[in-house]
């Protein structure tokens, strides 16, 4: 196993199941489910066409097998968090063309995440702050499912945030850092 590997899976152990921020991850990681792709891609046109690839590859896996994918980034063109959001756009613009949207649809981490209208320094933004760049292709239906058996799916995001904001260093002694 790669270093950026072994360092994004650390993370969703420690961090994303550890501290319960998704709490669909567990199941696909226990079974062995989630299949991991190092993309050292130089350019964006180049991991354009991998996650093209790494879609349709999913799509024709059974979920038994591979229940998600993750797309680590280890390349140069995603080093900026602003590249990456746009790298993101294009890919679901291609999933919507293609028809795939009804199959497959994204998560997305990087090591500088920062949601929309929030400050830069806000602990929140940790929740996707990932080692990588990372792309992660998730089954629809499985999405579908995970979500209408949760009691409050919708209220996720506000209580990880909560937590984070309580306890600001909460993720750095989850990685290590």
Known sequence: MSIATARTLSWIHGVVVGLNLCPFAAGPLRRKQVHCVECDDSTAEQAFYRAGSQVQSLVEQPPDIVETSLLIFTGTPFVNFADFLDFIAEVEVFLVASGADALVQLAHFHPQYCFAG????????????????????????????AVAAHPDPEGIPERNARLLRDQPGLIASRRGD
């Open 118 to 145: 929030v400050p830069a320094d806000d602990p929140a933004n940790a929740t996707n702050q990932s080692p990588y760049p990372t792309l992660q292709l998730l089954r629809v239906a499985s999405v579908t499912k």
